[in-house]
Each structure stands twice: as C-alpha cells, then as structure tokens.
C-alpha cells in the first residue's frame, strides 16, 4: 500500500475567536485546549493515522522561523509533524503549498486537515483515506438533522431542502495528490470554500464519509469549552496524549517571542543591529516594525507595539522607512467601475445576485461594487489599481468570483499593516430598482471585510435618464473606503 501525506493548514488569523478572547490573544493555530495548542491536536491526530507517513504543516508566513526554532516547533516535530511550510494569502493558497512540500508521486494521496478541528479520531481519518483510494477523493462529514431552508435576499423562505441529501463537510479531505494540485491551479480565480469543491468544479468523483466521533471546527470561545469534555472523556478512557508543549505565554504566541528576542537583543542597538542579531526570525517581521517606525513615535513606537519597549533618549532616529511602507493614521481611498447591461448575464452587486432578465458584461462576474470598493481599498492602501492586480487581459480571471478577488485585495492591504473601519458606496442604475436589495448587499459586503454592518452604507441612485446609466445601458458604482492601522 503506498503510503499518504498529512497537511494540517494553520495560516489563518481566526480573527473572530480572538477578538471574543480578547487583546494579546494568540492567532487560533496557538490557542490552548487542554494544555495544547489547537495546531498541536490536529498534527498529532493526523499522524497517527494509519498510512499516513508525513504531515506538513503550513503555518502563517510570519511565523514559520519563530515556530521553527522554538519549544512549539520541537512539540510538532514530537507530534509527528515533518516540515512547516509559509502559507498563502487564501485557504486555497495555503493548501496548494502545502501539499505541493508534500512528497510527489501518482499513487500518493493527501489528507488534508484544519488545525481549528483539534478532535479528529485518526480511525475516522483512515477510513476516510481508505474510501479515497476506492474512488478518489473523501471527505469527512456530518449529516444533517435539523430541517433546512433555502432564502432570498430578503430573508423569505422559498424552498425546504430534502435533509437526506445534505451534510456538512468536515476535515480531512482526501484525494490523490496531482488530482488535487491540478484542481486547484484550475480554480485560482474562484474563491473554493474546500478541496472536495475544487475537485467537483474538475467534474472528479468525491464521496462522504460519515465520521463516527466529534470533530466539530473551533470558531469561537464556546467552542472551545464544548470540545474540552470531550478531550477529557478520550483520556478518561485511555486516549493519546499529545507531547506537552510549554505554556509559559510566549512560545506559543510568534510575536510575543520576537517580543521577547528584541528585549534580549536591546531596544538601544538601533533597527539595523537589532535586526543582525536577531536573525532569520526577526527579518520575517521587518515589514511590520517598519510600518511602525513610520510613525511619529519612530523606533520606541515601533518596539513598543512588540512589547512595550521605548527608545532612550540618546538612541539616534531611526532613518526614513522606504517608500512602500504606509504612514500612520486613517487612510482614504475612492474606488469606481461601470459595466455595459447585456442579456444573457446574470446581475451581480455587492457579492448578491439581483433577480432581473439582464446582468453585466465584464471579463470576470462583472459586480460593479466589488470592483469599486476593490479599487477603493488599493487606492487608500497606496497598492495600485484593480486593473493591474486583476487584468482583464489574463485568463485566469476569465469568469472569476468577485468576491475571491476582494479577498485577495484585502489581504494584500492586511499585510501592509492596515484595516478597513468604513465603506460608503453607491450603485448607480435605472433598472433594476435596487432599493429592496440593499440590505443584502451591505450584509454581504460586510461580511466580506470582516466589518459589522453599521461601518457598511449601501446608496442606490438613477440616472436621471442622463447619459448610459440613466438610459439603462449601463450600471456604475463608486466607493470609499477608510483604512485604519491594524490591531497589533
């Protein structure tokens, strides 16, 4: 039997439990259940899986180094993890470069698992890898009890789903390793919420397996403390215990052990020396001690957001940041895009699709807002422009969901250090009338950016009857958007 590679993707922020358990918590991958780190659970559950004889994890790119060299990262190893890979900007992204570091072959199969699912039983898991090498492609899942109701935009009920034929995914997803590689370099340009759909856009057979023991995903601080009695109940019973890793607040936290290596180092050696001293590690956040520096409180800012460090008087100013890194303080951008109505298209804004017998013509799903607030949040991120991000002169955005291209847009102003805190837009169109839509546009817009609905405002306008948009042969938008420093 030839054997299987494990990936445990644990790149994400997991913005939402940390802002429930409050500053200075970890990234989720870190947070502790048990005594352990969620990423340490996972690992050690797919490594022990029967067949499976690598697992790869793919951590955030600032903290491959950190993790690497510290306590967290001996743990892994202990646990069975074979390498740590940086991740991507998107779910999908992380997962392509993962199981790309993983050991290649036709007859190899990957399993792959989120680090938020701590309670994976490894008997599942290989039953699970069992049914893929039968027909494919696996995934783990769970099915569906309560009724299920499909909605409009505006809440109504307009169908009832057949329960029998619904379940909800869960982790590991299994399939052969190239037929997943090709899956995802073929859907670049759509956003994919998991491997199993990737695989279905190909047309490739993927079945479910029901899993047999709790293996919900930890998304929010309840979570945490419904998955702790099960934990206890396994080793009530004898379960497996992964190896301890230290809870001493800062390995399990990357930043908070570069906060600790520049204490080490000295706050008055200056940003160059600090940084030689410091190594590998501290260069993979040098980006964000720029950004700081930045600001009017120079170098001491910049430390004392790692820490609360402050630069003595008689250490020099730091020299001037390069061009790239943006200043301190709100920031605004204005974002516009107009598209030609054409039949045979569906309408899409915001994210929503509008019923109506016309859409937009465009080289991706043509959604005007998207488009604008895309725009709106490059300009303000001193990052470009929708069109030499997203160019309609390359295929791979050929039909492309929108809203996987604000994804991308958003997290390439995240990694400049800075936030969106408020959109106004404005969609400008004859017909359709808009007006009973725009409470599902600004939901989903808002939740597209990680923003609650109050900093989202949503306008419909007519034209008047003036040029293309008042004659109804196009609809316009336009938006600005506030950017704001990032939480540290």
């Known amino acids: 039997m030839f054997g299987a590679s494990g990936v445990v993707v644990a790149a994400g922020l997991g913005v939402r439990l940390a802002a429930e358990l ?52 001996r743990a892994l190893r202990e646990a069975g993890a074979t390498a740590f890979v940086p991740g991507g900007v998107r779910r999908q992204d992380s997962v392509e470069l993962g199981v790309q570091a993983t050991r290649p072959g036709s007859d190899r199969f990957v399993l792959v698992h989120d680090a938020a699912r701590p309670l994976l039983d490894p008997d599942d898991a290989a039953r699970a890898l069992a049914r893929a090498r039968e027909v494919g492609a696996s995934v783990l899942a769970e099915r569906v009890r309560d009724t299920v109701k499909r909605v409009d935009a505006e809440g109504r009920v307009t169908e009832t789903l057949p329960r029998s034929e619904l379940w909800l995914a869960q982790t590991p997803q299994v399939s052969r390793r190239d037929a997943l590689l090709e899956a995802l370099a073929h859907g670049k340009a759509v956003e994919v919420t998991d491997e199993a759909m990737a695989l279905e856009r190909l047309g490739r057979a993927v079945v479910v397996v029901e899993a047999l023991s709790p293996n919900f995903k930890v998304t929010t601080a309840p979570d945490l403390e419904r998955a702790a009695p099960v934990l ?14 230290p809870d001493d607040g800062e390995d399990d936290d990357p930043i908070a052990a570069l906060r600790a290596r520049l204490r080490a180092a000295g706050a008055s050696a200056g940003l160059g020396e600090a940084m030689d001293e410091l190594g590998g590690a501290a260069r993979a956040l040098l980006g964000r001690l720029q950004s700081e520096v930045a600001g009017p409180g120079g170098l001491g800012a910049a430390l004392a957001a790692l820490g609360g460090l402050t630069r003595p008087s008689s250490a020099p100013e730091p020299a001037a940041p390069p061009p790239s890194a943006p200043p ?83 997290a390439r102003v995240r990694a400049r250090g800075l936030a969106p805190a408020h959109v106004d837009a404005i969609v400008h169109a004859e017909r359709p009338k808009l007006a009973p839509h725009k409470p599902a546009i600004r939901r989903r817009l808002a939740a597209l950016l990680g923003l609650p609905e109050a900093a989202v405002n949503v306008k419909a306008k007519t034209g008047e009857g003036l040029d293309a948009v008042g004659e109804g042969r196009a609809i316009a938008a336009t938006a600005i958007v506030t950017l704001v420093p990032a939480p540290s």
């Not at 352990?36 to 690598?54: N, Q």
């Not at 859409?359 to 709106?376: E, F, P």
Request: hydrophobic fraction near 45%; aromatic fraction near 4%; charge should be negative.
């Open 22 to 73: 409050g500053p200075g918590s970890p990234r989720k991958a870190y947070v502790r259940l048990a005594g352990r780190p969620l990423v340490l659970w996972a690992t050690f559950a797919l490594a022990r899986t029967e067949g499976v004889d690598e697992v790869v994890v793919v951590l955030h790119p600032d903290d491959v180094a950190l993790v690497e060299g510290g306590s967290l990262g």
């Open 232 to 245: 206890a109940a396994r080793q009530a019973e004898g379960g497996a215990l992964p190896p301890e890793a």
């Open 328 to 410: 301190a303080g709100p920031r605004s951008g204005i974002g516009t895009d107009v598209h030609r109505v054409v039949a045979g298209r569906p309408l899409v804004l915001g994210g929503v699709t509008i019923p109506w017998d016309k859409g937009l013509d465009g080289h991706s799903d043509a959604d005007a807002l998207l488009h604008a607030v895309i725009d709106a949040l490059l300009g303000a991120a001193g990052l470009g422009d929708i069109g030499e991000l997203f160019p309609d002169t390359d295929p791979a955005f050929k039909g492309a969901d929108s809203a996987a291209l604000l994804a991308q847009a958003l």
